[in-house]
Each structure stands twice: as C-alpha cells, then as structure tokens.
C-alpha cells in the first residue's frame, strides 16, 4: 500500500510525542511512505530520522493511493488541494481539538491503519462547491469543501448582496454576508448562524445570511445542481470572499458565480463509524442535561 502523510506544521508542543509515536510506527511498516513537504519540515524541527519520499502538490501525478490528514479540520480542508479529482480517498487523523472532519483518533490510529489495510473502511463522495468569476481569485484553485462566504470587509456597516438561483432573482441580503455551504460544510459557520445541519450525500446547497437585517430572511435549502449568482452593494469599495479558510479582497461591483464543481472529495470513514455518531458525540446532539 502507497501512503502519503500530509500535515500542516506541529500546532501545539505537547503534540511532538503522539507525532513521534505516529511517524515511528509507520517506519516499521512495509508500506511505501510520501509525506508532504510540510511534514518533512515538522519532522526536521523534532530532530525525526527518515528515509520518506517527499512529494508538493506541484507534482503532475500523486504517487499514492491513500492520503492520511494529520492535524485538525482544517488540514483536511487543505487536502483538496493536494488531491483535487484524482479520486484518492483521504482520512483525517484527528491531532486538533475538535476533530469533526479528522475522525480518526490518534492513540486508535494502528487499529484504523489495519483496518485501513485490509479494507474496513467506506467511501463518502463529499460535494465541492466551484467559484466562476472574471478575476483570478485563490491562487487558480477557487474550489472549497466546506463553503463560500460573502463578507463584509470592516466592522462598520452592513453590506447587500444581491443573489439570483439559476438566473432569477432569489433576494437582496441587507446583512454582514452570507454563506453558501456544502452539507460538509453546513455543520460549520453555516450551523453557528442558525443553518441546518444536512447529512453528506444530500446533493443540496445551504444558503444562510449572516446577521441580517430582514427580519424574513431565513436558511435556506437548494438543489445542488443549481447555480448562484451574487452581486454585492455596499459603502466600503470592497469586501471579502472566502472559500474554506483562504480569503480574497474583491472590489464592490464584482459578479460571482457559484456551482457543483465537477469532482467529489472522496473521503474515508472507517467501519463502525456514522456520521450520526458524529454529530452526536462532537455536537452533542440531542443531549439531555436533565438525565
């Protein structure tokens, strides 16, 4: 089995003895390693000695067939990057707080990694959203798996945001932005401005204002086959948009575009987990305090 590692950087201190322990097992494996250049640079900080490849998301051709995720949730975000519409399933272990994304407990990852052997493991098909516009924004990559954001730039006055469903006008958002979001992503900064959350495989997008001044204006659910159009009004000359955590400054004026991108996230859930357990245990879904 071909692995690659893909890391962020060593966030907290006390973290350098599980990434010892996590590098130090994969060493005794007779798999083929690849880590990312990040975590080549993490494991030269902590004075690791090792014989892995070294791969960019520069390279033509990934060399591996499984992409492991070593960090929080946002290092899986970041994973899109690296493995676009290659097909290459991706698990995230969980080396951050929450770890909703990164499911896969550290101190249970050398019975994940045989389970990931001999294949006790499902593929999840996550949506990713695709931004269309007439600047080059994000670096050429203007894709996301959690979602969009329209944001105002300042802390001063709201802005409008005028969005149209598949050409006809939807409505004007008087509010500080709003939120286009996968049903990966409706348990983020969507669900923290009153969206619902929406199991994966759904095929549907969550439209959610953020702070708005309608007091009619509510989340809602589309089609995900759907496109959106957003044109943004307001007194600053420009404002923020953000695909998962990269954010861009776009002058006011500026039409955007949004759809299905033409490629899934694949990514792995290991036997015995749901996404119900999920929002159970890290949302603390339907808890009753009272028992």
């Not at 709201?158 to 004007?172: G, K, Q």
């Amino acid at each position: 089995m071909k692995i690659g590692i893909y890391t962020r950087s060593l966030p907290e201190p006390d973290h350098e003895r599980y990434v010892r322990e996590f590098f130090a097992f994969l060493s005794k494996q007779d798999d083929t390693i690849f880590i990312h250049k990040n975590a080549q640079e993490v494991l030269r900080r902590i004075n690791f000695e090792h014989n892995f490849q070294v791969f960019t998301e520069t390279n033509d051709q990934l060399p591996f067939d499984i992409l492991l995720s070593l960090g929080g949730d946002g290092t899986v975000l970041d994973t899109l990057r690296i493995v676009r519409g290659s097909g290459i399933p991706v698990l995230g272990v969980n080396l951050g707080r929450f770890g909703f994304l990164a499911s896969s407990r550290l101190e249970a990852f050398e019975e994940n990694y045989n389970n990931l052997k001999t294949g006790k493991y499902n593929i999840e098909h996550r949506s990713v959203i695709q931004l269309e516009s007439d600047l080059n924004l994000f670096e050429g990559f203007p894709y996301a798996l959690n979602d969009f954001i329209v944001h105002k730039k300042d802390s001063s006055s709201m802005i409008t945001v005028h969005a149209r469903l598949n050409h006809e006008p939807l409505t004007s958002y008087w509010a500080d932005g709003v939120i286009l979001a996968t049903p990966t992503g409706s348990t983020g900064y969507s669900l923290s401005c009153g969206g619902p959350i929406v199991y994966p495989g759904s095929s549907s997008f969550v439209l959610t204002p953020i702070a708005p001044h309608n007091l009619t204006i509510r989340p809602i659910v589309l089609n995900d086959q759907s496109t959106l159009s957003f044109e943004i009004e307001g007194r600053t000359v420009d404002f923020l948009v953000t695909m998962d955590s990269r954010s861009e400054t776009v002058p006011k004026g500026t039409k955007l575009r949004i759809a299905r991108a033409p490629f899934d996230l694949h990514m792995i859930s290991l036997e015995g987990q749901t996404y119900t357990q999920t929002i159970r245990n890290k949302l603390l879904w339907g808890v009753d305090r009272r028992n």
